[in-house]
């Protein structure tokens, strides 16, 4: 019965991986690319010149293939907490729909609206009325990812929160507590400015490759002008924030930070790894390569001296630095479940003396209820070497497009683009690097906060529907046929409109 | 306003945003009858562009009933979601390909080819109503399923709610009761496609078609629908006494809360007027404000099915397998908390559905025609 548990966790986990994956390659495209589009169709607006309607059109072409897409894989997401994750779904449904519910309120609708004016208005509205559209479809898609992105900072940073003995689940105590917790802001603004990355670097890549084949030169060259500004404003504020998430996530987080930086002793003044290999063992001889001495320590807790704990400190404990054993915590957390158990078994009986004594007692353990549902210590850790790998390679990319934004904007200006054969091949492949740095993301957060559906409250394995892994491992491998064969689809449509360039002289409208 | 009614005006939200929703599902009625009510290539192009503008706002309101619902009554969105697995996955299935099909069906190169997407516009267009109906239907059947909150504290197996078919939903489909629904919501979803298309279409051979498929339409959506009402009328339904908040079978319950909420009888009663007044217009005048009626029609009378089955001491989510786990607007609702912060929240949606109505409008003012598409390469 143990092992057909797991099993089922683990084929959930496989199901929303898999959508929340694909969803993402979609999404950070979208986001960037609305606003490219809304900058274009407003120069078209204030100028009238045909040759920005044609780009404009061009690129919202390609939106509009994406951003299907992106909403077919993002309607799964949604209703996959109730799907496969049930249990989560009830015992923090008071906190987790909200955003939800205001993101399809608030946003999700101003973008939905005015897409389809974005698309249609051409002629059929007015102009200013069909500019601003396009603006609104940008606001709104953006808006949509900050309810989204609030929900998620409330998993991995249970704000605003309370548990509720009575009702056997977490309640919100206060919604602004949620909605502005550090986590949700430093999140949000990572993650849509390294989305407006991806716009940019879409852009780029589609006009270097035009260039290169002499093609819709003037095209490709104000578009790459346009995309190297943005992206280079969004990529210095991508690296940025990322330094402020992970000064949050040293406080929030610890057991993520480390294995981040697959530090499993912690230390005063501890090193920053920059280039090298992870060996298996599981203390601070684990690193061969190049550090940067007590960077860590500045990263975490601006304080070169700060003590950063490690996967072992968190794991076995650390007096010195008042930190709990995991097995404490393990245990301190069984005492909450069952009191929790014998509370609501008081209180059944009318016998209030023992419910209040037993409502304490839970109360004082609450902050290692999550614990209690672990068997192994050892469960606690995440996968280090996912974690630390993708960490590293998703930092050193997000320096390569500051560069590469930085040289491109130089050489545009000075009018050499053209002949620069080698910044348009790396241009070209310098997407598929922009989607392998935002799906490095989102492992980072993600499989960096494992055992976790909420940080210290609900562990995955707390979480999930009663259902059998065959109905899971079936609909698993539905929707990645599914999604796949979308995928290819989307790929080739996208691939063929690109070969066909933009439209000729914009005279069909 | 206390929590009983915050629990109230959140029901009744919820169930706005499923009878909008209805209403909006016109966009799949209209992809089951691409075939049907085209002649030509340009005909069918027209049918799909018409609805085509349209598909994404029923989609959002799906996204957003479902948020609503979560956000405002989480112990049905975990029960029913992780229970009916086998329903509401086939329901997202469908709309999954759904969403690419509009903008891919045309595009070159597009890897499954135009007949393909137009197939999945069809079987969304079949399913999505078909299903949703069945499922709502069970607001009125029951399904089995329990719910124990105590499961929490069990670590080896601390799943609250449980499914107790092995059939994870898809056993409502056998139900008359639920089946009833279900065809008439189809042929409802059908009627009110053919209605805007004779609102939204310039093609004269596409309205005088609509207008006769409209009265074979008819007639099947008010045999199932004077069946499911006949039925759910005469049954007993899931009464809750309001002192000891226990379930309990009650002989007439539907057609008691019918009476005792008068104010929802007259809804009901306007509803039906409404979609038949509609029907009226659409296929024996072909006049294009028959989706009107229709469309408000359809809004009252979900809105009414839906505050009978949740409404007056009743629980909206029975379980037949164990009664006293069945769920109601008090026992499945959100914190008063968190309705309060979310009542906040709705007051902004009167603004959300003026610029949805705005936005609509504008791009409406021409109607759907040839020399329209002919010269938009922005066309599905």
């Keep these: 019965m143990e092992h057909f548990d797991l099993a089922l966790v683990d084929w959930s986990r496989a199901q929303f991986a898999l959508t929340a994956l694909y969803h993402w390659i979609f999404v950070p495209l979208t986001l960037g690319l609305s606003f490219i589009v809304a900058f274009m169709h407003t120069i078209y607006y204030k100028t009238r010149d045909e040759e920005w309607k044609i780009m404009t059109r061009f690129w919202m072409k390609l939106f509009g293939i994406n951003f299907a897409i992106g909403v077919a894989t993002g309607i799964i997401l949604e209703f996959e907490f109730g799907l496969n994750w049930s249990n989560y779904s009830w015992i923090v449904g008071d906190i987790f729909g909200a955003p939800l519910a205001i993101e399809g309120i608030l946003a999700f609708f101003l973008e939905s609206s005015f897409i389809a004016i974005m698309f249609f208005g051409w002629d059929r509205v007015s102009k200013k009325f069909h500019m601003l559209s396009s603006w609104f479809v940008a606001i709104g898609s953006n808006l949509s990812a900050l309810w989204i992105l609030i929900a998620n900072a409330w998993m991995q940073n249970p704000t605003g929160t309370a548990f509720n003995a009575d009702t056997a689940r977490n309640e919100m105590v206060n919604f602004f507590d949620i909605a502005l917790s550090p986590t949700a802001v430093f999140k949000f603004l990572h993650t849509v400015s390294q989305s407006y990355v991806i716009g940019a670097l879409f852009v780029i890549s589609i006009s270097a490759w035009f260039i290169l084949k002499n093609r819709h030169l003037l095209f490709a060259r104000k578009s790459i002008i346009i995309a190297s500004v943005f992206g280079l404003l969004a990529s210095v504020f991508v690296s940025i924030t990322g330094d402020s998430s992970s000064f949050n996530i040293a406080h929030t987080q610890p057991m993520k930070l480390a294995a981040m930086e697959a530090l499993y002793d912690g230390e005063e003044s501890a090193d920053l790894y920059v280039v090298g290999l992870l060996n298996k063992n599981k203390d601070n001889t684990n690193f061969k390569g190049i550090k940067i001495p007590g960077m860590l320590s500045i990263m975490a807790f601006r304080n070169a001296d700060a003590f950063v704990p490690g996967v072992n400190d968190i794991l076995n404990g650390n007096e010195e630095q008042g930190i709990l054993s995991a097995e404490s915590r393990i245990e301190k957390g069984k005492i909450a479940i069952k009191a929790l158990a014998d509370y609501k078994q008081a209180r059944k009986e009318g016998n209030d003396e023992l419910a209040d004594q037993k409502l304490k007692e839970f109360e004082t353990n609450y902050s290692h209820f999550g614990y209690g549902f672990f068997k192994d210590k050892e469960e606690i850790v995440p996968n280090v070497p996912l974690t630390f790998y993708s960490f590293h390679i998703m930092v050193a990319l997000g320096l390569f497009f500051i560069l590469l934004f930085a040289w491109l904007l130089y050489v545009s200006l000075k009018d050499r683009l053209v002949k620069n054969k080698l910044l348009l091949i790396i241009s070209l492949w310098s997407l598929l690097l922009g989607y392998i740095a935002t799906e490095l993301g989102w492992i980072v957060a993600e499989v960096g906060r494992q055992p976790w559906t909420i940080q210290d409250l609900l562990p995955v394995t707390a979480s999930t529907s009663h259902l059998s892994v065959g109905s899971v491992q079936t609909t698993f491998f539905m929707f990645f046929a599914l999604f796949s064969v979308l995928l290819i689809a989307e790929i080739k449509i996208l691939i063929t409109q690109i070969k066909k360039g933009p439209e000729k002289g914009g005279s069909h409208v | ?380």
């Design chain 2, 1 to 380: 306003m206390s929590y009983e009614a915050l629990q109230t005006y959140w029901w009744i939200i919820v169930s706005l945003l499923a009878a909008l929703l209805v209403f909006l599902m016109f966009v799949q009625g209209g992809q089951t009858l691409l075939r049907q009510l085209s002649k030509t290539e340009i005909e069918r192009s027209l049918l799909v562009n018409s609805i085509g503008r349209r598909w994404d706002t029923t989609f959002t309101t799906l996204v957003t009933f479902g948020g609503a619902f979560f956000a405002s009554f989480p112990l049905f969105y975990s029960t029913s979601f992780g229970g009916a697995y086998w329903v509401w996955t086939l329901i997202l299935f469908s709309f999954i390909i759904q969403a690419v099909s509009y903008e891919y069906r045309t595009k070159a190169n597009n890897f499954l080819g135009r007949k393909t997407y137009d197939t999945f516009l069809f079987v969304n267009g079949l399913l999505a109503p078909l299903l949703i109906g069945t499922a709502v239907g069970s607001f009125f059947t029951g399904s089995e399923f329990s719910v124990n909150r105590l499961n929490i504290t069990n670590i080896a197996d601390p799943v609250i709610s449980r499914w107790e078919t092995a059939s994870h939903g898809l056993e409502a489909a056998l139900n008359i009761t639920n089946l009833s629904l279900g065809l008439a919501l189809l042929f409802l979803s059908r009627i009110l496609a053919m209605l805007y298309f004779i609102n939204n279409i310039d093609n004269d051979s596409i309205i005088k078609r609509s207008a006769k498929t409209l009265r074979y339409c008819s007639s099947a959506f008010l045999v199932f629908f004077l069946l499911f009402l006949a039925l759910i009328l005469t049954k007993e339904g899931f009464a809750i006494d309001p002192g000891t908040r226990l379930v309990y079978m009650e002989k007439f319950k539907y057609l008691h809360n019918l009476i005792e909420m008068p104010i929802v009888l007259i809804m009901f009663l306007a509803g039906v007027v409404g979609v038949l007044y509609g029907i009226f217009l659409g296929s024996f005048k072909s006049s294009s404000r028959g989706i009107w009626f229709a469309g408000a029609g359809t809004v009252l009378t979900v809105l009414a099915l839906l505050m009978l089955a949740g409404l007056n001491n009743t629980a909206f989510y029975p379980s037949t397998f164990d009664l006293q786990s069945s769920l109601s607007i008090r026992n499945a609702s959100s914190s008063e908390y968190t309705l309060k912060v979310m009542g906040w929240v709705s007051l902004l949606v009167p603004i959300v559905i003026a610029y949805i109505w705005y936005a609509w409008k504008s791009l409406n003012k021409k109607k759907v025609s040839e020399s329209d598409l002919e010269n938009d390469s922005m066309k599905y």
